[in-house]
């Protein structure tokens, strides 16, 4: 199986952003989905994770009350919503989906990637 992630593009500082998680070959059911970032120059971030049973865990505050997640199982995808977004949110964002928020570091599957550039 894999992931397909879609969604990214340009956003001026301020606006708003959803970012798509899709499976293909598996179900996300019974997994949770982590949601990182990559900016230029700096290490991959962690951001948010949502559980197979919906709660939501923060990894960093840098996005409390600007980003949140969920998913839809019929569709078989999971979504990152980003609103005021700030230039700092430029990153390449990656999801990644594995059986608890506390595996993400090492999931099983990933997806390849989806750049956001917040800039005006």
């Known amino acids: 199986g894999q992931i397909v992630e879609s969604g990214g593009g340009l956003v001026q500082p301020g606006g708003s952003l959803r970012l798509s998680c899709k499976a293909v070959?598996?179900?996300?059911?019974?997994?949770?989905v982590s949601w990182f970032r990559q900016a230029p120059g700096k290490e991959r971030e962690g951001i948010i994770c949502?559980?197979?049973?919906?709660?939501?865990?923060y990894y960093t505050d840098s996005v409390r009350g600007r980003f949140t997640v969920s998913r839809d199982n019929a569709k078989n995808t999971a979504y990152l919503q980003g609103d005021s977004l700030k230039p700092e949110d430029t990153a390449v964002y990656y999801c990644?989906?594995?059986?608890?928020?506390?595996?993400?570091?090492?999931?099983?599957?990933w997806g390849q990637g989806t750049q956001v550039t917040v800039s005006s």
């Open positions: 990644a989906a594995d059986t608890s928020c506390a595996l993400a570091d090492h999931a099983a599957y």
């Open positions: 949502i559980s197979s049973g919906g709660g939501t865990l």
């Open positions: 070959g598996f179900t996300l059911d019974y997994l949770a």
